[in-house]
C-alpha cells in the first residue's frame, strides 16, 4: 500500500511538472510590449525592430523551446530585441524575442530559451 | 614540435577522438581559425552532440586544458554560421561595397534572418581575406565552457585552457600559412552571443 502510495505520488509530481512546463502553449498569454533597443553600437541594421501584442503573442506560439545549444548552432543571435511582460498561468514573467527568430521567457528563477524558424513574417 | 599527417595533429598533448559524423566534405585551405565556446559545461556534452552528426569543431580544449582533436584538419566542418560583413564590421567597404551591403541590411519588408541570409550569400563570393572565414576555409576550436542563461554570459576561459589555446594556436601556426590577423572569435564573424570566447587569450 505504501509503495502504490508513492508510486502515485511520483506520477502526481510528473503530471503536475508537465502541465507547468511552458510547453503547454495555450497558458502563455502576452500581456504588454514594454520596450525595443538594441545590444551595441548605433545604427544597428535592425535597430527599427519591433513587435505589437498581437505578434509577440504569435511568436511564442509559433516558436519552440530549445536548448542553448540549438539557439547558437541554429540561429542568429541579432542584437536588436522587444522586451515586455507575459502571464503564464498565474505567474507573471518576462519576456524578450530577437529579431533573428530567438527569444527568452523569465518566470521567476526558471529562463526558457525559443527559437522560430517560421516567423520571419513579423520579424521584418 | 607537432607532426600533422593525413589531417591528423601528432602530439602527446592532443587526443585523438575523431567523429567522422561532423566532417563535412574536403577542407582544401585553411585561410583561418575561429574560437568557440560549447555553450555546455563538459567536453562530453560536445562528443554526445558530435555523435548524431551536425554542427561540431575540429578542435576542442576541456576545462583542464586537454585538447582533443575532433575532426580532421584536412575536412570541413560546419561551425561559423552565416558570416558577417567584414568591410562593414571594420568600417572599411568601398564606396560601391557599402552600397551592396546597406542594401541587403537595410531592405525595408524583408524579414532579419533573410537579410543575414543574404548577406552571408554576398559575402561567400568574395575571397579571404575580404571576407570573414567560412566553413570551407577555417578551423574551429572549441573551448569547454558554460553559457550561464540568467546572467547571459559564458563562463570564463581557463587559465589552463588559455595556456593550452596558446599552445595550439602556435602548432597550427607551423603548419599553415596564418598569423594572428586570421585568428577570429566567434561572435566578429557570425550574429552570435557577444560573450563567446570573449576571454579566450592567445
Known amino acids: 500500500m505504501v509503495i502504490i502510495m508513492k508510486i502515485v505520488n511520483i506520477f502526481m509530481l510528473v503530471l503536475l511538472t508537465a502541465c507547468s512546463s511552458l510547453e503547454n502553449k495555450s497558458e502563455f498569454i502576452v500581456l504588454s510590449v514594454d520596450s525595443a533597443g538594441y545590444d551595441r553600437k548605433v545604427g544597428e541594421f535592425c535597430s527599427d525592430f519591433n513587435l505589437d501584442k498581437n505578434e509577440a503573442q504569435s511568436f511564442f506560439e509559433r516558436a519552440q523551446i530549445i536548448s542553448f545549444k540549438e539557439l547558437h548552432d541554429n540561429y542568429s543571435f541579432l542584437p536588436c530585441f522587444v522586451r515586455g511582460k507575459a502571464q503564464f498561468k498565474k505567474m507573471m514573467c518576462d519576456w524578450e524575442i530577437r529579431a533573428g527568430g530567438t527569444g527568452e521567457v523569465v518566470c521567476g528563477e526558471e529562463v526558457y530559451i525559443y527559437g522560430c524558424t517560421d516567423c520571419n513574417d513579423i520579424l521584418r | ?202
Open chain 2, 1 to 202: 614540435m607537432t607532426v600533422l599527417q593525413a589531417g591528423i595533429i601528432k602530439d602527446k598533448n592532443i587526443m585523438p577522438r575523431i567523429f567522422h559524423s561532423i566532417e563535412k566534405g574536403p577542407l582544401i585551405k585553411v585561410n583561418a581559425l575561429v574560437i568557440h565556446q560549447t555553450g555546455a559545461s563538459t567536453a562530453q556534452h560536445s562528443f554526445n552532440s558530435y555523435m548524431n552528426g551536425g554542427n561540431g569543431a575540429h578542435l576542442l580544449i576541456d576545462k583542464q586544458g586537454v585538447i582533443y582533436q575532433t575532426a580532421h584538419l584536412n575536412k570541413k566542418t560546419y561551425h561559423v554560421g552565416k558570416i558577417r560583413s567584414k568591410c562593414y564590421e571594420a568600417n572599411v567597404c568601398s564606396k560601391s561595397q557599402l552600397q551592396a551591403v546597406t542594401l541587403i541590411l537595410f531592405k525595408s519588408g524583408k524579414s532579419y534572418p533573410d537579410r543575414v541570409s543574404d548577406l552571408h550569400k554576398h559575402e561567400k563570393r568574395k575571397n579571404y581575406p575580404d571576407r570573414y572565414p567560412l566553413n570551407q576555409d577555417s578551423i574551429g576550436i572549441e573551448i569547454v565552457g558554460n553559457y550561464d542563461k540568467s546572467k547571459k554570459i559564458y563562463e570564463s576561459v581557463s587559465g589552463m585552457q588559455n595556456q593550452s589555446l596558446r599552445w595550439l594556436i602556435g602548432e597550427l601556426f607551423n603548419h599553415f600559412k596564418i598569423t594572428k590577423a586570421d585568428i577570429y572569435r566567434h561572435p566578429d564573424v557570425s550574429y552570435k552571443t557577444h560573450s563567446e570566447a570573449s576571454t579566450a587569450k592567445w
